[in-house]
């Protein structure tokens, strides 16, 4: 395995804690090693000594001493300019050596957890000296992080630079939403049960809210953000996930394409808003400054590498229509964040409320929508909430909640939420990531609100306190529909404590 981006964030953080835990499941064939890559100049053992100091910090759990130093002797790295010509010599001949070593028997994979301007030149360089050719029944695969493009046509092109190189079942296109076990559980959650999916229907189902909410600001990330904002940085990926696994007809098979032409054919039928629909449908915000956990943080304008009179979006909340027999007219309203108030993602299915007749002459007043709320995090579980008689000689109906934890029943297995994704990719299961076909619909989805929101002009930012759960527009957006949005915050507070 090799990595362009050796000496960045994200190989600290996931990608070698997650092979560690790979090992520790045992699931690392001894025939592996990984080189990283990166300008910095080092030797395999200053590589080392970094990542063992590292995983002090970015461990899931405790280090086993044995299972790290059997993935520490694995280790190697490469210094090189990721355009340098030349340096891909190096490479090959690098490789080659470590594969004669391990006996890799041929099969590399190439994770670029590298800037997004470098994926089209590795690629285009990786072939010219032959390392993405498969022959002899070895496998050559590239893993590609996000973002991928940053419009559809940008994606288009770089599908095309990169699909002149590789072919399309060599391409890993990672979301690493996808890599969460209960992202995971919602297609086991829906087809691996019989009592959901004949209600899973706009018969039944009044409406779809997706949150995907944050604490954190843009931390150091505001040079990125600033090109990127709420709307590229979540929806066309990891929020539109959601939607589609949410969404889906049942695949025949768990085949990676029979999944995929699924989740594609979601994708393709939400209705792309008019420039008139966007403004009405679509609400961005940029937050303040506020309080976050008792203390003052600051507005976006003043984080570091961000322009102070920046128009860039830290928040959005929109409504979406899919456009088929099983969806139509369930509008699907998803929001998304940063500095908002609670930590919190998850998809709540509201469910239409029975008729009232029965209860006309009683003192309720209104009948409580059932509601399932598939919690993704940091909260993981699913609850179902149901009308409940209140005890007494009047009737009365109260809101009660039945709740399933996932550290209750399975207890807490330690994951940085790659170590699937690293697997899948290992063993070319690609079911997990991303097809070409469906990275371009989801920018289809996107490009019409950008466009929109650059020919309009732009909102008086800021227009949320940090700390709140953004713009009151968001609000005003279910009010419209006669629907309020999902308290999140309180709902985890209560199971938190439930839960003691
Ligand atoms: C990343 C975004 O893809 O996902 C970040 O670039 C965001 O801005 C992150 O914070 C959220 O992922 P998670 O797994 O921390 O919820």
Redesign the pocket.
């Known amino acids: 395995m090799t990595i362009f981006g050796a000496a960045g964030d994200l190989t600290k953080r996931k990608l070698i804690p997650a092979l560690y835990n790979l090992k520790h499941s045992k699931l690392l064939s001894d025939q592996f090693a990984v080189l990283g890559i990166a300008r910095a100049q080092m030797s395999d053992e200053e590589f080392r000594s970094r990542m063992r100091d590292d995983m002090k910090e970015f461990a899931t759990d405790e280090v086993d001493a044995q299972e790290w130093k059997w993935l520490e002797d694995r280790l190697f790295y490469l210094s090189g300019d990721f355009n340098d010509n030349a340096m891909y010599a190096r490479l090959k001949s690098r490789i080659e050596t470590l594969d004669k070593d391990h006996q890799a028997q041929g099969n590399y994979s190439f994770y670029l957890a590298a800037a997004p301007q470098f994926f089209a030149p590795i690629v285009e360089q990786l072939g010219r000296v032959g390392l993405t050719n498969e022959a002899d029944g070895h496998w050559r695969r590239v893993v590609i992080e996000?973002?991928f493009g940053r419009d559809l046509e940008s994606a288009r092109k770089l599908n095309q630079e990169i699909g002149s190189i590789l072919d399309e079942h060599q391409i890993y296109r990672i979301?690493?939403?996808l890599g969460?076990e209960t992202v995971q559980n919602i297609l086991v959650f829906r087809f691996g049960n019989g009592i959901f999916e004949p209600i899973w229907n706009r018969r039944y189902i009044d409406s779809v809210q997706i949150t995907?909410a944050?604490k954190?600001g843009?931390e150091q990330?505001g040079a990125?953000?600033e090109s990127?904002g709420?709307l590229r940085?979540?929806v066309p990926?990891?929020l539109l996930q959601l939607v589609t696994l949410t969404a889906m007809e049942p695949p025949i098979s768990f085949a990676p394409d029979a999944v995929r032409d699924e989740q594609a054919k979601i994708l393709h039928a939400i209705q792309c808003p008019s420039p008139d629909e966007a403004a009405q449908r679509i609400v961005r915000g940029q937050y303040g400054p506020g309080e976050i956990d008792g203390k003052k943080v600051p507005a976006y304008r003043e984080e570091p590498n961000v322009a102070p009179n920046s128009t860039v979006e830290t928040f959005v909340a929109l409504k979406l229509l899919i456009d088929n027999w099983r969806w139509a007219d369930v509008p699907f309203y998803l929001r998304t964040g940063?500095h908002l108030a609670a930590?919190d993602?998850e998809i709540a299915i509201e469910f239409k409320r029975p008729p009232f007749v029965l209860f006309r002459k009683t003192e309720v007043e209104e009948l409580t929508r059932n509601r399932l709320v598939l919690h993704?995090?940091p909260d993981e579980g699913i609850s179902v909430r149901f009308g409940a008689k209140v005890p007494g000689s009047i009737m009365n109906i109260g809101a009660v909640d039945m709740d399933f934890d996932y550290g209750d029943y399975f207890g807490d297995t330690p994951s940085t939420?790659y170590e699937r994704l690293l697997h899948d990719c290992m063993v070319g299961d690609a079911t997990l990531f991303q097809r070409a076909d469906q990275v371009e619909a989801g920018w289809a989805v996107v490009d019409p609100i950008q466009k929109a929101w650059k020919e309009g002009a732009p909102p008086d930012f800021p227009n949320y306190a940090s700390g709140s759960w953004g713009p009151q527009e968001a609000d005003d957006l279910l009010e419209r529909d006669g629907r309020e949005w999902e308290r999140t915050s309180d709902i985890s507070t209560e199971r938190r404590l439930h839960r003691g």
């Open positions: 996000k973002p979301d690493h939403y969460k995907a944050e954190v843009v990330r990125y953000y990127a709420a940085d979540m990926n990891h940063k930590r993602t993704i995090q939420g």
